[in-house]
């Protein structure tokens, strides 16, 4: 079987890695960063595709490629991505999985948003009241919609250590010293460090999961007593009548288990 895994994800590689240890499927990776293609090269994907693939281009993959199955393991902000695979799977009559990281528990100040407008909105409060910084855990594409709302003066950032992420920073108006270039998931203590560093009274991230590093992040946060401002994850309603695991071993054991009818 030919199987595309949509990926970019520790959660894919996760998949890619186990998936080749049991399996002889051959495997077609897709990524937006070379570093992406990197990890799934890794993790024993036969074939890796490292562009961004719009809903016309990835049925071209489709179909070139012969693939029976989309295993979409994107990040859960990556909507456009999704319904792109949703809608191509449609397309080109793909069998389409979706894994979907599960939702921890969180303790701690959590104030919930359902957007990054929103979650600045909440930050901009918060910074009338006290002395500090909003410290920035959402990567550049988010950065906009919150400093709409705060302002350039009192926000820190931490992206990935990209030019084009850097460029795009300055572009906002962020100076070199209020930038943290940094990649990978942190531990609790380097992100209680970090909090402590650059002075920050509250943090915006979003529901990433654990595998994004999410518990660190509010554990680190609680630690120090202040709030993290949690951006919901996006509502996809073309998931509503798809299969959805969230559990690596469950999606693995149906397609283990020849529960796909090709």
């Given at each position: 079987m030919n199987i595309l895994v949509m990926a970019g994800t520790h959660d894919a590689v996760k998949i890619i890695k186990k998936l080749k240890e049991s399996?002889?499927?051959?495997i077609?990776?897709?990524?937006t960063t070379d570093y992406g293609g990197r990890l799934a090269k890794a993790a024993g994907a036969d074939k890796i595709i490292t562009e961004a693939l719009n809903r016309i281009r990835l049925v071209q993959v489709l179909k070139i490629e012969k693939v029976d199955m989309i295993i979409d393991a994107t990040h859960p902000?990556?909507?456009?991505?999704?319904?792109?695979a949703i809608r191509a799977?449609?397309?080109?009559?793909?069998?389409?999985i979706r894994f979907e990281r599960p939702t921890p528990e969180l303790d701690g100040d959590?104030?919930?948003?359902?957007?990054?407008?929103g979650a600045g909105r909440v930050a901009a409060k918060i910074l009338e009241d006290e002395d500090g910084n909003i410290l920035h855990l959402a990567g550049v594409s988010t950065l906009k919609d919150v400093i709409d709302e705060i302002g350039r003066e009192r926000i820190v950032v931490r992206v990935l250590?990209?030019?084009?992420?850097?460029?795009?920073?300055?572009?906002?108006?962020?100076p070199g010293e209020r930038i943290i270039a940094m990649q990978g998931t942190f531990s609790r203590a380097l992100n209680r460090e970090i909090m402590k560093e650059y002075n920050a009274i509250a943090v915006i991230t979003k529901e990433s999961g654990e595998t994004g590093g999410l518990m660190e992040k509010v554990k680190a946060a609680e630690d120090l007593r202040i709030p993290v401002i949690l951006?919901?994850?996006?509502?996809i309603e073309k998931l509503e009548d798809k299969l959805v695991f969230d559990d690596i071993d469950e999606l693995l054991a149906f397609i283990w288990g020849k529960g796909v009818k090709l």
């Open positions: 399996t002889d499927h051959r077609i990776a897709t990524t902000f990556a909507v456009k991505a999704t319904e792109n799977s449609e397309e080109a009559s793909t069998y389409y959590i104030l919930r948003v359902d957007s990054f407008k250590p990209h030019p084009r992420s850097i460029e795009a920073c300055y572009r906002m108006g962020i951006v919901n994850r996006p509502f």
